[in-house]
């Protein structure tokens, strides 16, 4: 069975562009959630959503937006990047028990 | 304010030997804590998860402990091997129930084990 699937693996964007990162969860799992991880850092959570709602919004300004499709992969997008944004980003699938699994995230970096 | 602190030194520990990692909370309610494993530039291994009313949990080499007065966890890894040289995040949940799901995470502790 496939993992988590993330893409793309690198990227690398300018200042004020805008970028979308892609998570496919493991088959069946209807749960997403998205992270960032600073290098160092814990992650830090962004979005969760269930079933193509949103059921939790982290700390993250309006830059950040994500949608869920109805094959539930799902998609995060990041508007006028800063610098700030370059991060490890993580998406976390979940079925019915109470761990997620991870993918190997997207390394985005803005210069 | 809310903190989880795990130990912010690198552990570094002999093959062989029992690793232990600390997870402390301040202003949280956990009802789950969760442990990962991170290797560099991948994604966080889920490894075993703890309810808040349960004292201990094993799986083969590896042991949490929950102890909600104290508002610490530890981890445990016994007979130690350089495979298991990675970094270890602990993570909170304070959702009880439902589908609403959101993990709080500590910094992580940077583990070597040497051979």
């Known amino acids: 069975d496939a993992g988590v699937t993330q893409s793309p693996t690198h990227l690398i964007k300018t200042r004020g562009q805008h970028v979308t990162l892609r998570c496919s969860p493991i088959?069946?799992?209807?749960?997403v959630s998205w992270y960032q991880q600073v290098l160092g850092q814990g992650p830090q959570f962004i979005f969760q959503?269930?079933?193509?709602?949103?059921?939790g919004r982290g700390n993250f300004p309006d830059r950040f937006s994500a949608r869920q499709f109805p094959n539930y992969s799902s998609e995060l997008n990041v508007n006028a990047l800063l610098l700030g944004d370059s991060a490890l980003y993580l998406c976390?699938?979940?079925?019915?028990?109470?761990?997620?699994?991870f993918g190997s995230g997207t390394r985005l970096t803005v210069v | 304010s809310q903190k989880i602190e795990q130990n912010s030194e690198a552990l570094n520990i002999q093959e062989g030997k029992t690793a232990t990692l600390t997870c402390n909370y301040t202003?949280?309610?956990?009802?789950?804590l969760q442990w990962y494993r991170q290797d560099p530039g991948r994604g966080p291994v889920f490894l075993l998860l703890?309810?808040?009313n349960e004292k201990e949990k094993r799986k083969e080499r590896l042991k949490v402990t929950f102890d909600t007065t104290l508002k610490q966890s530890l981890f445990h890894i016994t007979a130690s091997q350089p495979a298991d040289s990675a970094t270890y995040l602990c993570?909170?949940?304070?959702?009880?129930?439902?589908?609403?799901?959101?993990?709080?995470w500590g910094l992580g502790t940077s583990l070597a084990v040497n051979p």
């Open positions: 976390a699938s979940r079925g019915q028990g109470l761990a997620g699994t």
């Open positions: 202003n949280y309610s956990p009802a789950y």
């Open positions: 959503y269930y079933e193509k709602e949103e059921r």
């Open positions: 088959s069946g799992h209807k749960s």
């Open positions: 993570a909170l949940d304070e959702q009880k129930a439902g589908n609403n799901r959101k993990l709080i």
């Open positions: 703890i309810r808040e």
